[in-house]
Antibody, heavy 118, light 109 residues
Framework: EVQLVESGGGLVQPGGSLRLSCAAS????????MHWVRQAPGKGLVWVSR????????LYADSVKGRFTISRDNAKNTLYLQMNSLRAEDTAVYYC???????????WGQGTTVTVSS | EIVLTQSPGTLSLSPGERATLSCRAS???????LAWYQQKPGQAPRLLIY???SRATGIPDRFSGSGSGTDFTLTISRLEPEDFAVYYC??????????FGQGTKLEIK
């Protein structure tokens, strides 16, 4: 089955760190650009970060630049999001998504919840 | 940064009716990079339309997208019960940033 499964979410204190993982199955991760998108409780979708096929090119939303790092291990078919200096406003469901700029984000994981609170 | 404004915020219609959802950009958007997504409560988003007017795999033909420049439209020709959800437009722009609209909630009247 073609799917993405996120993990690594949880409760963390402000200023703390968390690493999210997104395991791909049923397809070859290295053939696709990948994204992280988040959704705060009751709010809309917000794009967070993008990585190209081999990890040589990354992009970040201004709100997370310098704090979050996207990476991938194609040998393990896994995408990551290292989140440092977490703030209350980072509280959200984090989705990984497969997709290109031309063809949209055609496959999404079920999401993992990150809560930043003391 | 390009801002996408979706209207209306909430649309109340009955099954069988036609739905027209609008997405307006603060500056011109390359339609090649304009997509629409559907999200139901508790679920991940689902790609409906890419390149402004191309239906994604498995999307029924009652969904159609159109538009160019700053004005884009998602049309659902005859609403089915499963179509009631939140819809988002999204673009990728020259500033190398991706932005989503704030969403339109399509609810049963």
């Amino acid at each position: 089955e073609v799917q993405l499964v996120e993990s690594g979410g949880g409760l963390v204190q402000p200023g703390g760190s968390l690493r999210l993982s997104c395991a791909a199955s049923g397809f070859t991760l290295s053939s696709h650009w990948m994204h992280w998108v988040r959704q705060a409780p009751g709010k809309g979708l917000v794009w967070v970060s993008r990585i190209n096929f081999d990890g040589s090119s990354t992009l970040y939303a201004d709100s997370v630049k310098g704090r979050f790092t996207i990476s991938r291990d194609n040998a393990k078919n896994t995408l990551y999001l290292q989140m440092n200096s977490l703030r209350a406003e980072d509280t959200a469901v984090y989705y990984c998504a497969r997709g290109s700029d031309l063809y949209g984000k055609d496959l999404w994981g079920q999401g993992t919840t990150v809560t930043v609170s003391s | 940064e390009i801002v996408l404004t979706q209207s209306p915020g909430t649309l109340s219609l009955s099954p069988g009716e036609r739905a027209t959802l609008s997405c307006r950009a603060s500056e011109s958007v390359d339609s090649t990079y304009l997509a629409w997504y559907q999200q139901k409560p508790g679920q991940a988003p689902r790609l409906l339309i890419y390149r402004a007017s191309s239906r994604a795999t498995g999307i029924p033909d009652r969904f159609s997208g159109s538009g160019s420049g700053t004005d884009f439209t998602l049309t659902i020709s005859r609403l089915e019960p499963e179509d009631f959800a939140v819809y988002y437009c999204q673009q990728y722009g020259t500033s190398f940033m991706y932005t989503f609209g704030q969403g339109t909630k399509l609810e049963i009247k």
